[in-house]
């Protein structure tokens, strides 16, 4: 992955730690691993980003931030992945939730109303809430097994890639090393 596109985006953790409204939590959040950027921790952390995001909850950044710490992966890009359901994706991914909900337990749709997938939501939660939270549980886990391997093979490939440039660039002559940009 690459590595230093990542640090370029990603908070310091001396000026999070240094936040007064955190300042319970600056004893786990001086923990280096949840800095790190290395395959293990980067896939861990998308893994656990996009489940939560398809959790139909509130206060999903709290969860994801608890549970990166919890199995020691990438807090910023675990927090920050949870974003994928914002307030404008969220009504399309929970009736496509609910969607394949029903179609897995063989339910009958209860069309949307004209109010808003989330008005309907709230409206008839009693009758649509084991379709909607399989849906979001199947979605989101295979989300996060998916993107897990996503990124481990793609981190994996950028590492090849990256050896057989510095193997090709030891095997030029000397003179030849002088005009390639990279050195």
């Given at each position: 992955m690459p590595r230093k596109l990542i640090k370029r985006f990603m908070p310091k953790p001396e000026k999070i730690q240094a936040n007064k409204s955190l300042g319970f939590m600056s004893a786990h959040l001086a923990d280096p691993s949840l800095w790190t950027l290395t395959r293990t921790s980067v896939?861990?952390?998308?893994?656990?980003?996009?489940?939560?995001a398809f959790l139909p909850i509130p206060m999903q950044m709290l969860l994801a931030a608890f549970l990166a710490g919890y199995w020691r992966v990438n807090l910023p890009i675990s927090v920050g992945l949870v974003w994928v359901s914002n307030p404008l994706t969220t009504p399309p991914l929970l009736y496509v939730c609910y969607r394949l909900g029903a179609w897995i337990l063989n339910v009958p749709l209860s069309p949307?109303?004209?109010?808003?997938?989330?008005?309907?939501?709230?409206t008839h939660f009693n009758q649509i809430w084991p379709p909607l939270l399989l849906g979001c549980l199947i979605i989101g886990a295979v989300l996060?097994?998916?993107?897990?391997?996503?990124?481990?093979?793609?981190?994996?490939?950028?590492?090849?890639?990256s050896w057989n440039k510095r193997q090709s660039n030891r095997l030029l002559p000397s003179t030849q090393k002088k005009d390639t940009p990279e050195n």
């Amino acid at each position: 992955m690459p590595r230093k596109l990542i640090k370029r985006f990603m908070p310091k953790p001396e000026k999070i730690q240094a936040n007064k409204s955190l300042g319970f939590m600056s004893a786990h959040l001086a923990d280096p691993s949840l800095w790190t950027l290395t395959r293990t921790s980067v896939s861990g952390a998308f893994s656990i980003g996009l489940f939560v995001a398809f959790l139909p909850i509130p206060m999903q950044m709290l969860l994801a931030a608890f549970l990166a710490g919890y199995w020691r992966v990438n807090l910023p890009i675990s927090v920050g992945l949870v974003w994928v359901s914002n307030p404008l994706t969220t009504p399309p991914l929970l009736y496509v939730c609910y969607r394949l909900g029903a179609w897995i337990l063989n339910v009958p749709l209860s069309p949307p109303s004209s109010e808003g997938i989330i008005d309907w939501v709230f409206t008839h939660f009693n009758q649509i809430w084991p379709p909607l939270l399989l849906g979001c549980l199947i979605i989101g886990a295979v989300l996060a097994v998916v993107a897990n391997v996503a990124v481990r093979l793609l981190w994996r490939w950028q590492v090849s890639q990256s050896w057989n440039k510095r193997q090709s660039n030891r095997l030029l002559p000397s003179t030849q090393k002088k005009d390639t940009p990279e050195n």
